[in-house]
């Protein structure tokens, strides 16, 4: 059993650390220690290695976004709540490639393993809404829909970011209804 000390120290080094690489993906383990206010034993302890840090910051991610699907589905339609749950992903996404220098081709593979099932899941979750209410066409796949939206993170971002249209075609492909 962990203690409450250790859970808080482990989550603040984690949120300390999405917001640094976020800024600066060559932030260093010490100024994330530093700025989560741990020495570096406790950091080094939790995560010993800087690919180890990087695969938990994205595994919260990745976790987070999963967790968001019921949320969506509780408050929007089916089409709007994959439209923004597609726009977090894209977003997790381009910041876990933007870190591809921290991680090594193994690690990718790992974390994609490992995050496969629950993302698909929950985009299962998402399509079937709007299958029941009749927005989103029953031949809709998780796998193809994920397929397509790596497009979507590969898509140039700031100000030429193309990925907003381009999820706008997706969604239009899947709807039941076509836009006027």
Same mark, same amino acid.
């Given at each position: 059993?962990v ?8 989550a603040r080094?984690?949120?300390v650390a999405?917001a640094?690489?976020?800024e600066?993906g ?17 950091l080094y ?5 800087r690919?180890a840090?990087?695969?938990?910051v994205?595994?919260l ?10 949320g969506?589905?509780a408050?929007?339609p089916p089409l709007?709540?994959? &439209?923004?749950? +597609?726009t977090?992903l894209?977003?997790?996404? =381009?910041?876990?490639h933007? *870190?591809?220098? /921290? !991680?090594s081709? $193994? ?9 496969y099932g629950?993302?698909?899941?929950a985009?299962?979750?998402?399509l079937?809404a709007?299958? &029941?209410?009749g +927005?989103?066409?029953?031949d809709?796949?998780? =796998?193809?829909?994920?397929? *397509?939206t790596? /497009? !979507?993170?590969r $898509? ?6 193309r990925?907003q249209?381009m999820?706008?075609?997706?969604l239009?492909g ?7």
């Amino acid at each position: 059993m962990v203690r409450s000390d250790a859970r808080e120290n482990r989550a603040r080094i984690l949120e300390v650390a999405r917001a640094a690489l976020a800024e600066d993906g060559g932030t260093s383990m010490n100024q994330v220690a530093r700025r989560a206010g741990v020495g570096a034993g406790t950091l080094y302890r939790n995560y010993p290695t800087r690919e180890a840090l990087v695969l938990a910051v994205y595994q919260l991610e990745v976790d987070q976004l999963v967790e968001s699907a019921p949320g969506l589905l509780a408050t929007l339609p089916p089409l709007e709540a994959l &439209r923004r749950w +597609t726009t977090d992903l894209v977003s997790a996404m =381009r910041r876990k490639h933007g *870190l591809g220098d /921290a !991680l090594s081709p $193994a690690a990718h593979r790992s974390v994609t393993e490992q995050t496969y099932g629950p993302v698909i899941a929950a985009i299962t979750r998402l399509l079937d809404a709007g299958k &029941r209410d009749g +927005t989103i066409r029953a031949d809709a796949d998780p =796998r193809d829909f994920l397929q *397509l939206t790596g /497009a !979507l993170w590969r $898509a140039a971002a700031g100000p030429e970011d193309r990925s907003q249209p381009m999820l706008g075609l997706i969604l239009d492909g899947l709807s039941t209804h076509r836009p006027a």
